[in-house]
């Protein structure tokens, strides 16, 4: 009995010490998340994924409930990306701005804006070492994919402000698939003057048009990654419109992933990654079908098999 007893604690120490782990890493989550919607700063950064890399500048500023947000792309082929409030403007140089609905800029990590209930329902999340990085005191954050077929996630954050310094995508073989890397940091207590020039400036209202993809019923979709659901109404994609046979557009609340049917182009099967993001393009029962999202290629492989 003595023996069951000292197991019987063991087991509750182990436990208790598991739960206040996790509650020490979503308690650091709160932080990044925090930090990149409260402060006023300008920073740049890089983006690591297959052998390319991408900078940007991001500048965000907020003034009592008014928050902007501007992303430049620091290559010459890029397109200037500002959010203010629940608007985000995608500003083309010889065309009209594309202006949309959205809480935050798809460009940027979604990890940092997704509530944080949908990620707890998908991860745990457990302290780790701290390190100096670019200078600055880093404490690393590990989010640990509850379900196998999904890419974890390691962040590090300034340990002063909360600040996200690096985050880091990771294969179920704990390999680095994409890397998200701060290069330079500001943050300030006023909001940058080019901020507060766009604040003030009139923009165009979002588009009211109807979305004018085909009819999902076209065919049928089997089989969904654990944790995925559809979205009813998903944003038109007037490059494919016409070639279409049927579309969904899958979420976890974190990721997305989009499934396009179209006519056989009698091409092979083929499957290559850019980054974290899958691209699996599949010919079966004379269609086409092209997965794109951060899944694995089994996965991808799977949910063009469920296709009907």
């Known amino acids: 009995m003595r023996i069951f007893g000292l197991c019987s604690a063991i087991v509750v120490i182990v436990l208790s010490g598991v739960a206040q782990a996790e509650q020490t ?11 990149v919607r409260q402060y006023n700063f300008d920073t740049s950064f890089v983006v690591l994924k ?54 935050s800029i798809a460009e940027l990590p979604p990890l940092l804006f997704e509530a944080p209930e949908n990620i707890r329902k998908l ?25 196998a077929g999904r890419y974890s996630y390691w962040l590090w954050l300034d340990d002063e402000t909360g600040f996200p310094l690096r985050i880091d995508t ?9 890397r998200w890397l701060v290069t330079h940091m500001q943050i300030s207590a006023e ?26 019923s076209a065919h049928q979709l089997s089989w969904l990654p654990e944790g995925y659901n559809r979205i009813a109404h998903p944003a038109d994609i007037p490059q494919l419109g016409g070639t279409l046979l049927s579309y969904w557009l899958l979420s976890d609340g974190l ?29 079966q029962d004379q269609l086409e079908i092209t997965i794109i999202g951060p899944v694995s290629i089994d996965t991808a492989r799977q949910l063009a098999g469920a296709v009907r």
Not at 73 to 78: I, S, V
Not at 200 to 209: D, G, I, R, T, Y
Not at 264 to 272: I, K, L, N, W
Request: aromatic share 8%; glycine share 6%; proline share 5%.
């Open 191 to 216: 909001m940058p003057d080019s901020l507060s020039a766009l604040l003030a400036a009139e923009l165009p209202a979002p588009s009211n048009a109807v979305a004018t993809l085909p009819a999902q």
């Open 255 to 283: 990721h997305q992933v989009s499934v396009f049917v179209q006519q056989a182009q009698r091409m092979p099967t083929q499957a290559y990654r850019d980054g974290a993001t899958t691209i699996y393009v599949q010919t």
């Open 50 to 103: 297959g052998g390319k890399a991408d900078t940007y500048r991001w500048l965000h500023g907020r003034d009592a409930d008014k928050e902007i947000e501007h992303l430049i792309p620091l290559d010459t082929n890029g397109v200037d990306i500002l959010r203010r409030g629940n608007e985000v403007y995608y500003l083309l140089a010889d065309r009209p701005a594309f202006v949309t609905s959205a809480s």
């Open 25 to 35: 890493g979503w308690a650091l989550f709160d932080k990044v998340q925090l930090a």
């Open 123 to 147: 991860y745990h999340a457990v302290a780790g070492s701290s390190s100096v990085m670019s200078g600055r005191s880093a404490q690393l954050l590990r989010l640990t994919a509850k379900a």
């Open 170 to 178: 990771l294969s179920e073989q704990q390999n680095a698939l994409e």
